[in-house]
């Protein structure tokens, strides 16, 4: 079974500083991992995913993040943050069939 | 990327009456579909997985006659609420599959229902 905890619900940054939001997972295979992002009343937009190709993994906007297998993390970041950052994030792991199942979700806020 | 289409965006019904949510993926051929739950401020629930030409796979306590779907086409899963009731307000957002091995999946941009 799978399951992803994120921790804080909520994270508030200064534009122009760094972004760390935080995902642990937990998995009985080999972890397929991802980054969403959703604006209010949208759809989710991916950010990046893990596939286990290289752990560091870049993705759209400037986030990356790093796949640590023993500390069985998948934490996002971004070196600035922009006012438009501001949004809701879920992380989320792939288990059988290809469903996702999904963290609570972090609300960025970014204060001018 | 992909896209992925949800129709209506918004629908306000009456309790009782019936509502169908479509998801189209617009430019590639999805044979598995999921559907997907949002309370306000909350995670998404996978409500059930929505196969071509099957029937679809209801995850646990999701009642399947109170949420019909169809997946009658490579491009087109459709979600009816039935006989809706208050509780059932929520925002519904669904999801193709890219076929291939790497499977990613592309979200529809959420269709809100408001039973009065």
């Known amino acids: 079974a799978q399951s992803v905890t994120q921790l804080g619900s909520h994270v508030s940054v200064s534009e122009g500083a760094l972004v760390l939001l935080r995902c642990n997972y937990s998995s009985s295979v080999p972890p397929y991992l991802f980054w969403y992002v959703q604006y209010p009343n949208q759809g989710l937009q991916l950010l990046l995913k893990y596939t286990s190709a290289a752990t560091l993994v870049k993705g759209i906007n400037d986030f990356e993040a790093e796949f640590k297998k023993s500390e069985t993390s998948f934490h996002l970041t971004k070196p600035s943050a922009h006012m438009s950052d501001a949004a809701e994030y879920f992380c989320a792991v792939r288990g059988s069939n290809y469903k996702l199942t999904f963290g609570k979700g972090t609300l960025l806020t970014v204060n001018p | 990327g992909a896209v992925v289409s949800q129709h209506p965006s918004r629908v306000i019904c009456k309790s009782g009456t019936s509502v169908k949510i479509e998801c189209r993926s617009l430019d590639f051929q999805a044979t598995t579909m999921f559907w997907y739950r949002q309370f306000p401020k909350q995670s998404l629930m996978l409500m059930a997985t929505?196969?071509?030409?099957?029937?679809?796979?209801?995850e646990q306590g999701v009642e399947k006659d109170k949420f019909l779907i169809n997946h009658a086409s490579l491009t087109l899963s459709t979600l009816t609420v039935t006989s809706a009731h208050p509780e059932d307000s929520s925002f519904y957002i669904c999801?193709?599959?890219?076929?291939?091995?790497?499977?990613?999946?592309?979200f529809g941009e959420g269709s809100r229902l408001t039973v009065l």
């Open positions: 999801s193709a599959r890219l076929p291939g091995n790497t499977g990613e999946l592309f």
């Open positions: 929505s196969n071509e030409g099957s029937k679809a796979t209801y």
